[in-house]
């Protein structure tokens, strides 16, 4: 059972930056970051292997950076340039196995473990 805590949500205004942190109680094979805003369903947006493969969804690309250090079961999401779209609540996840591939998509069902969520409000 790998336990899973995120931190650093907030409001910030467009433009602005946030950095999300995942502490994990254990090592996992992939780790990602997702998202839910209102209204709408759940949605990848980074995920990270043990041998650091990234993968980012389109919308992201160029604004966030996932980073993880394996010694401490710690995983970042940086994001920069956020936009009001970005608003949601942030949800760190941990799978057992390396799922996470450069060029495959987030499925929510690849993860074993999940975070309670952090806030993310993006507003003028």
């Known amino acids: 059972q790998v336990h899973l805590a995120e931190s650093g949500g907030g409001s910030v205004q467009p433009g602005g930056s946030l950095r999300l942190s995942c502490a994990a109680s254990?090592?996992?094979?992939?780790m990602a970051w997702f998202r839910r805003a209102p209204g709408k369903e759940r949605e990848g947006v980074a995920c990270?292997?043990?041998?650091?493969?990234?993968y980012y969804v389109d919308s992201v690309k160029g604004r966030f950076t996932v980073i993880r250090l394996n010694a401490n079961y710690i995983m970042y999401l940086q994001m920069n340039l956020l936009k009001s779209e970005d608003t949601a609540m942030y949800y760190c996840a941990a799978a057992a196995d390396r799922v996470c591939q450069p060029w495959k998509k987030l499925e929510d069902t690849d993860y074993n473990y999940w975070g309670q969520g952090t806030q993310v409000t993006v507003t003028s």
């Open positions: 990270v292997d043990q041998t650091h493969y990234e």
């Open positions: 254990q090592g996992s094979g992939s």
